[in-house]
DNA sequence: GATGAATGAGACTTCATTCAT
DNA sequence: TATGAATGAAGTCTCATTCAT
């Protein structure tokens, strides 16, 4: 492992762990076990190294929404298989899912990530526009839809990796179909 | 205004503003014209200042939640009054949506809210048991079917207030439904 | 007792707890019960605290050394009085003696405590003077000779005080012998 | 002089003039000219900072004390060496002197503070353990033994040190001869 | 690529004290 | 006499970052 790797492992351990506000640099250097000239050899400062962690996440989880997408499904088939791929991702990987959430609820990163976001999530927008035209969807704006389905799956899964909720494959397939019946034509 | 209730409104203020982890102490000393010590006096360090105005802010939305709730109204209007009530409370105190969604993320503090939410929620909690009793709504856990309503409320209040989308009564009537039609037995 | 007696006993058990520097006002404030206005009702400020509580107990201490002083007892008996009556005086009053320790280490204010001292120990300076002339002690300084003394009886007050040493009245007598040894000629 | 050790000395000069509970960061940082960071670069905190400091010169004491000692004397002339040893090491370095009692009585410390004294003083346990052993001193216990000596070398070096007495070569004498009459068997 | 000593602004907090009540 | 809210200077320490090696 590069020792720009240990660096971003670390951090994303950190952030996940502690909260963005509360992982400083020194936490990062201690941790991962470099040099404070190495972080700065690899990154520009801090916020070089949180952004480019979170647009690595970002690509990430942009490519496992669309795992096994390729396939021949109906509508419905794909919006579940959509919903799963976003939620197995977030429970298997429960650290990113809360250096995700955190880090995009800090205030004044918003602006910068919305573009970005948009450039990985790509293929959902189309999705979910095509979902309208076919008149399978509430004709309501797209970003309001896909904030509302991608709400419901950090909502279960937040639940899950907290141990507030037990998952069983019953309750997964009830909340799909519940975020399903928000955003379908009834 | 008493000094105290200075430090507080200052302190959502700046929260709202600027993220939880960019309010400094030395920043509320300047905005709200007080001096340090005095925030020391009435809180016993940033901590205690942050909790008091969290949990104030808490019972506030929990009392806004129920307004109006003793009207003679059927399950489903009570439902489209408590979604609005708390709808309402966000868009028209958008500084204090920002300041709890952003405090709410915040990892270290997350047990101790717990305890405090449930106290103030305790109507919406009866409410959403009933409506499961009363085979309305599906039967998910409680805590499941209140975060996924009270995440879709939060998903378009944020969006209405970051202006990403323009709110009209047809688009708050729609989202309302959608809102219903995840959690209500189909 | 006073609010001023109060906070002087109060001043007096956190200096010897806790040492000098580290009794602030706001300690003292807390735990004597009083308002902070109070304290400076009564005294011009902290400094004129601790010195009156200082100057109290030194008065104390000097009256201690002399009890019982006037019977009629040889020169070496006159000196076992003063030694038990100071070491008594410490090994009951712990507290005062760390306060008395403490404070007379603190570097400021030895001059100011030299002035005191030599009033309220002018009958130990008497008789040590006496005890030069009559050729019975070494022909050392007098000061030099208290300061040996007091230094003897404060060394073994602490060590009994700290239960670094068990007192027995064997082990009294043969510490003052060896202070008068140390003294007298030989 | 490497900045640890500009820090240290600039600690020692400052301790000493001031006092140990005056003696700020602060003035630490102003007074050696090092940044404040550099500080907390080389110590964990103050407290560390003085620790160090404390028990270099603990250690720097006890090599004084055994100085010469290797010398073939008798036990008399032995204890007068060590004695002279001490004095003398007190007098070349009052800073330290100074430093050393004041730090000795900060009461919050005494505990961490015996452990390390009994390594570097073993030399002198040993030595008074002996004279018990050979019948020359005063049954007494160690420590107290160890206390008295030591006080009366600290008794004089101080009012040397503050010149409240002029140290001739029979001071020096007569007080050590004192010193001694005070542990040997009479 | 990698190190870690050094920086100094700024973080949070405590301090002794004042003053209107 | 007594209160306690208010003050702001000064306290200790952490921060992100730089640079010579």
Redesign the interface.
């Known amino acids: 492992m590069s020792k720009r790797d240990q660096i971003l492992a670390t951090t994303l351990e950190l952030v996940?762990?502690?909260?963005?506000?509360?992982t400083s640099v020194g936490l990062i250097i201690k941790k991962s076990g470099v040099a404070s000239g190495t972080i700065y050899h690899h990154f520009k400062n801090k916020e070089d190294l949180i952004d480019t962690l979170y647009s690595d996440l970002k690509k990430e989880l942009g490519n496992a929404i669309i795992n096994n997408l390729e396939q021949e499904l109906n509508y419905k088939d794909k919006f579940i298989l959509i919903w799963k791929n976003l939620f197995t991702f977030y429970i298997e990987n429960p650290k990113k899912f809360?250096f995700l959430?955190?880090y995009s609820?800090?205030?004044?990163i918003?602006k910068e990530i919305k573009k970005i976001t948009q450039t990985y999530y790509q293929s959902a927008i189309d999705f979910i526009e095509l979902g309208i035209k076919l008149g399978i969807l509430?004709?309501?704006?797209i970003?309001?839809l896909i904030?509302?389905v991608f709400?419901?799956v950090?909502?279960?899964a937040?639940?899950v990796i907290?141990e507030?909720?037990e998952l069983t494959n019953e309750?997964l397939n009830?909340?799909i179909q519940?975020?399903w019946?928000?955003?379908k034509i009834?």
């Open positions: 996940s762990e502690q909260g963005f506000h509360a809360e959430e955190d609820n800090s205030p004044f918003r509430r004709n309501l704006p970003d309001l904030n509302i709400g419901n950090a909502t279960l937040r639940m907290l507030e909720i309750l009830i909340t519940s975020s019946d928000s955003v009834n």
